[in-house]
């Protein structure tokens, strides 16, 4: 018998650990902004490298809250650098599931700025006191993945 992979399932797929960051995050259909984001940016070889990264990945709700027409601006070839200093503010290098992510942590972000994690009395992990962690600990073989509910921006 197929020995069955272990993952949690985001988007209608089971994330796999034999896979990357970036081949997981394909595969889920809540995630298609990010994933477009990343490919305009020019950030999807980084996110495919050894990492390990942990990767803050705003669901495809999360970037509707934005107001109406800042993704499709942010998609045009010359916004390239600024989608890509936002989607770098939410890629953190090393691997950080749940269990790591303390009350007070401060982590520095490929982009240069930190993040702000905060645990509420329901356990919830924040970021940046805006943003809550969704689907927590996707693990790809290059790091981990947790699904959140508003963009980050530096």
Same mark, same amino acid.
């Given at each position: &018998?197929?020995?069955?992979? #272990?993952?949690?399932?985001?988007?209608? +797929?089971?994330? /796999?650990?034999?896979?990357?960051? *970036?081949? @997981?995050?394909?595969?889920?259909?809540?995630?298609?902004?990010?994933?477009?984001?990343?490919?305009?940016?020019?950030?999807?070889?980084?996110?495919?490298? &050894?990492?390990?990264?942990? #990767?803050?990945?705003?669901?495809?709700? +999360?970037?509707? /809250?934005?107001?109406?027409?800042? *993704?499709? @601006?942010?998609?045009?070839?010359?916004?390239?650098?600024?989608?890509?200093?936002?989607?770098?503010?939410?890629?953190?290098?090393?691997?950080?599931?749940? &269990?790591?992510?303390?009350?007070?942590?401060?982590?520095?972000?490929?982009?240069?700025?930190?993040?702000?994690?905060?645990?509420?009395?329901?356990?919830?992990?924040?970021?940046?006191?805006?943003?809550?962690?969704?689907?927590?600990?996707?693990?790809?073989?290059?790091?981990?993945?947790?699904?959140?509910?508003?963009?980050?921006?530096?």
């Amino acid at each position: &018998a197929m020995h069955a992979e #272990v993952g949690v399932q985001v988007g209608g +797929a089971l994330m /796999k650990s034999s896979l990357d960051i *970036v081949e @997981n995050a394909v595969n889920a259909n809540n995630v298609t902004t990010v994933v477009a984001a990343v490919q305009a940016a020019g950030l999807v070889d980084t996110l495919k490298g &050894a990492g390990p990264f942990t #990767v803050f990945a705003p669901d495809n709700m +999360a970037f509707d /809250k934005l107001p109406a027409g800042t *993704v499709t @601006n942010l998609l045009k070839p010359e916004n390239k650098a600024t989608l890509s200093g936002i989607l770098t503010y939410h890629v953190v290098a090393g691997r950080y599931t749940m &269990a790591d992510l303390k009350n007070g942590l401060s982590l520095m972000t490929v982009q240069g700025k930190n993040l702000n994690i905060t645990v509420d009395a329901q356990g919830d992990v924040w970021i940046n006191g805006t943003s809550r962690v969704k689907t927590p600990n996707v693990i790809s073989k290059n790091g981990v993945t947790h699904v959140i509910d508003t963009v980050l921006m530096p």
